[in-house]
């Protein structure tokens, strides 16, 4: 099992550019995250989901968008970046048993360094 | 408002024992993780606390008090790969969250082992 890929590892944008950060899952997690992590900082949940087709923000989504149209894939896309996205973003995935409330551990991935100039 | 209070950095020694402490004041609780990130790494699953007390793996053991909304990391023989930054995170209660599960990290704590 590859675990979380996120894809690609660096980049540098342009103000006012757009991109898709892409991330895939192959331990078939229902639960799937997008964090950002500034220097010096801890993780802040930009947005999450619970399924194919079921996403919601978390603390800092503005700017941003998802979307979940397969259980393994949660993109996350900057529409018009700004120097205040410059962050290395964190993939993560977590599994639920329906019914169940145990605590699954988050995987992440390698996370993508963004630098806006 | 939700808050994670960590201490930013501690040093210590090959071979020593070090305590990692997390504070917390979050709108509904369920439990607390703990992290290990080593430079330009990932975030790394290391424990996990939902009842109050000891949680042993290895040489890493968590506690949690949810009375006093305060748990700790501690590390024992400590090595120099232990060099890394450990967070905690706040699962929080899905009955305040619609039913869904999110964590709050906090700001983590930097550990240095020295030879």
């Known amino acids: 099992n590859a675990g979380v890929t996120q894809t690609p590892k660096f980049r540098i944008l342009k103000i006012g550019q757009s991109m898709t950060l892409q991330c895939t899952q192959d331990?078939?997690?229902?639960?799937m995250y997008w964090y950002r992590q500034d220097p010096g900082m801890g993780l802040k949940l930009i947005y999450y989901?619970?399924?194919?087709?079921?996403?919601d923000k978390g603390e800092v989504p503005n700017g941003y968008n998802v979307s979940r149209s397969t259980t393994e894939d949660f993109p996350l896309r900057l529409e018009l970046a700004a120097p205040s996205q410059t962050s290395v973003y964190f993939c993560?995935?977590?599994?639920?048993?329906?019914?169940?409330?145990?605590?699954?551990?988050?995987?992440f991935g390698d996370g993508t360094r963004l630098s806006i100039l | 408002g939700q808050s994670l209070e960590q201490p930013s950095e501690v040093t210590a020694v090959e071979g020593a024992i070090v305590q990692i402490n997390c504070t917390y004041q979050?709108?509904?609780?369920?439990?607390l993780s703990w992290y290990q990130q080593h430079d330009g790494g990932a975030p790394t699953f290391l424990s996990y606390?939902?009842?109050?007390g000891l949680e042993e793996t290895g040489r890493f053991s968590s506690f949690l008090s949810r009375s006093d909304s305060y748990g700790y990391l501690l590390l024992q023989e400590l090595q120099m790969k232990d060099s890394a930054s450990y967070f905690c995170?706040?699962?929080?209660?899905?009955?305040?969250?619609?039913?869904?599960?999110?964590?709050?990290f906090g700001t983590g704590t930097r550990l240095k082992v020295l030879a």
């Open positions: 993560a995935s977590s599994y639920k048993k329906t019914g169940g409330d145990s605590n699954q551990p988050q995987h």
């Open positions: 995170a706040v699962r929080l209660d899905r009955r305040r969250t619609s039913g869904t599960y999110k964590y709050i």
């Open positions: 606390n939902a009842l109050d």
């Open positions: 331990m078939n997690h229902n639960y």
């Open positions: 979050t709108s509904g609780f369920y439990g």
């Open positions: 989901s619970v399924g194919a087709g079921i996403t």
